[in-house]
């Protein structure tokens, strides 16, 4: 079977280990618990084993670590729909991450969509797409667009 | 190999020691050697000369080449170990080492910082709105602290507005009551009377009009107002319009223009007297703020669909301003002309309850557009035919309950002149026992009245059996009077100032449908 490294990188509690737990168990938890590191989960999607590195956040503390990264074969960046600033955070990581790994297939979830306290512009998600990237309205807690974030990636990188 | 076998053990104490494992691939990251420890941290047992990532996960994407630390990787025990790659000649080395320390210190200040950081970004929100709502709160204060100016200014404004005309009828009362003290009664007097009177009836008419005006706006705000759509003759009403304005556009040398695509006798069903209210203010106002040029009063029906347009080259209307006109009692403050306010409020609202919506184009100096549309069906062809009531009202015997002993002076004497048989009374208890013993073609009947007011007698005349028409007049023009009247039996509510015509004309109506 194919093995492929995909990375879910994007600012702190934006809901990257919500997305990845939810899509590898089927689980969801309300509680806050910030990831330290990364952590390593596996899921099959259309005959491919995709790792899903699930890295730390960036913060004000610590910027991404990059050397997760080396490897991987496609990126989901995440923001929180609830937090707009996550989302303009995405072109700039994006850039980190371009640096050190090169142009890799993207895609973008934009989480939290159940929240009433939502707030992504349209000329927000404009300039992601102007970048080429796919944009998933998610929702970790009731499951919305999930799979189609993983499948559509696992889909650019076979 | 002694020398070795020791190197091998201290190894082996080191790595005890500092929970290291490892594990070592060949160039094809085939797996050649594997370390104790490995299976502490969860991982499965690895068979040599198998591929590293078949086995552990966390290798798919590297190399043997790849040199990199990852210094804290949650291992299949949930332990937190560092790994580092180690590149050589013959392969590549896997180093674990045990970071659980690490991560829980990381863990509790990261935890800390990063929800610091999410308290911090909501306490800004709050603030945020807290502002937005203090700037809300001000902006509404102003919006208070305006209305209540403009509430000041309106009731200067009104009593200014009565005080004009009671003034002149105060005024030409007093030059009556002298005149008629002159015992030479030449006919230069009696003109002067009746031009006094005159002046007396126009400023009584002002006053009502003004008392009108106030009771619309209130009952519009109350949603008390009710739009009796029935037929009537639609180019009648424009008709009314030009008849009333012309002669004013005359004086300030104004040209009058009315446009009709209808003839007369376009019938329709409407609520005539509210559309005639609503173009006598709106074409009012084009005629009272243009001081030369032209005031045109555009009517087109089509398909069941009545456009009005009213164009005058009038000053117009300031950008500000045209802003506030809507506002109930607000008055441009330099045009100098007379005015509540609440004209242009009433006439949005009625047309609103009758289905369109005011819609107003000005610019200062430029002249002002005000037009709107309404639905406006035609009368069927059917309808039209029904033959006009016949007016015979001669030795009518009519019973009239009124307390007030003026207004039923002036009442007897007028349907007195009509060849009308008036029976006065002044209270409800009177009219029940009048009723009771005499009979009657009509009882008018007022509603507040000493003893026993006209529902009481209204009630009792029901209870008794009472088949002759009662016609309230009232001073009140609300809907739950007019109701509660009904239903004690009224055939027709009329409210004061009645005129004599109104009374003749329900007379008729009544005594012919009984």
Excluded at chain 1, 66 to 89: F, K, N, Q
Excluded at chain 2, 402 to 410: C, R
């Amino acid at each position: 079977m194919d093995k492929k490294k995909v990375c879910m990188v994007g600012d702190f509690s934006v809901g990257k280990t919500s997305l990845t737990q939810k899509f590898v168990n089927n689980v969801f938890s309300e509680q806050y618990l910030t990831t330290i590191g990364v952590k390593i989960d596996t899921a099959i999607v259309d005959e491919t084993k995709l790792i899903v590195w699930d890295v730390a956040g960036r913060d004000s503390l610590s910027p991404i670590n990059l050397s997760y990264l080396v490897g991987a074969s496609g990126i989901a960046l995440v923001a929180d729909g609830t937090r707009p600033e996550t989302v303009d955070d995405l072109h700039s990581i994006w850039d980190t991450v371009e640096k050190r790994i090169g142009k890799v297939p993207t895609v973008v979830a934009l989480n939290k969509r159940d929240l009433p306290e939502w707030s992504v512009t349209p000329e927000q998600i404009q300039s992601l797409k102007e970048r080429g990237w796919i944009v998933f309205e998610t929702s970790a807690k009731e499951g919305v667009e999930v799979e189609g974030l993983f499948t559509q990636l696992c889909r650019l990188i076979q | 190999m002694a020398a070795l076998s020791l190197q091998k053990h201290i190894n082996k104490q080191l790595y005890d020691k500092w929970d290291l494992a490892y594990l070592y691939t060949d160039k094809n990251l085939k797996v050649v050697e594997v370390s104790d420890g490995l299976t502490l941290y969860g991982y499965p047992e690895i068979p040599l000369g198998c591929e590293v990532e078949d086995y552990v996960d966390f290798m798919v994407g590297f190399d043997a080449s790849t040199r990199v630390d990852l210094p804290l990787v949650e291992s299949p025990s949930g332990i937190t170990v560092a790994v580092n790659l180690i590149p050589s000649k013959r392969g590549l080395a896997i180093v674990f080492s045990n970071a659980s320390h690490l991560a829980e210190q990381r863990q509790l200040l990261q935890q800390k910082a990063n929800e610091n950081e999410l308290l911090l970004r909501q306490q800004r929100i709050l603030t945020h709105r807290l502002e937005q709502a203090s700037k809300e709160l001000e902006g509404k204060n102003e919006a208070l602290r305006e209305a209540a100016r403009l509430q000041n200014s309106f009731l200067s404004g009104v009593s200014h507005e009565f005080r004009t005309p009671l003034s002149s009828i105060i005024g030409y009362t007093n030059l009556l009551e002298r005149e008629t003290h002159n015992p030479d009664k030449n006919p230069e007097a009696y003109a002067n009377c009746r031009s006094y009177l005159r002046a007396v009836k126009r400023s009584s008419k002002h006053i009502l009009s003004l008392v009108e005006n106030l009771l619309d706006h209130g009952k519009l705000d109350a949603d008390q107002i009710v739009i009796r759509p029935k037929p009537c003759d639609l180019h009648e009403v424009f008709d009314d319009i030009r008849l009333l304005l012309s002669p004013l556009a005359g004086t300030k040398n104004v040209e009058f223009t009315l446009q009709t695509n209808f003839e007369p006798g376009c019938m329709v069903i409407a609520d005539d007297s509210r559309l005639r209210q609503c173009l006598l203010n709106i074409v009012g106002n084009a005629v009272k703020f243009t001081d030369k040029g032209s005031v045109t009063l555009k009517a087109e029906l089509n398909r069941e669909l009545l456009s009005i347009e009213v164009i005058d080259t009038g000053e117009g209307i300031s950008k500000d301003n045209l802003a506030k006109i809507r506002i109930p009692f607000f008055q441009v403050a330099d045009t100098g002309k007379a005015g509540t306010g609440l004209g242009l409020t009433i006439t949005e609202g009625l047309i609103e309850l009758m289905g369109g919506e005011l819609v107003i184009r000005s610019e200062l100096h430029q002249g002002t557009q005000v037009s709107f549309e309404l639905p406006m069906p035609l009368l069927e062809a059917e309808a039209l035919a029904m033959p006009e009531p016949s007016i015979d009202i001669d030795q009518l015997k009519v019973l009239l309950a009124e307390d007030d002993s003026d207004i039923a002076d002036l009442l007897v004497m007028l349907l007195d002149e009509q060849n009308i048989e008036v029976t006065h009374v002044s209270n409800g208890a009177l009219a029940l026992e009048a009723s009771e013993h005499e009979q009657f073609d009509l009882i008018l009947m007022d509603l507040h009245m000493p003893v026993m007011d006209g529902y009481q007698a209204m009630e009792a005349m029901q209870k008794g059996g009472n088949t002759v028409p009662v016609a309230v007049m009232s001073a009140s023009n609300l809907s739950e009077d007019r109701l509660q009247a009904q239903q004690y039996g009224c055939a027709a509510y009329l409210t004061k100032p009645v005129e004599i015509e109104e009374i003749l004309l329900l007379a008729n109506q009544l005594t012919s449908e009984a």
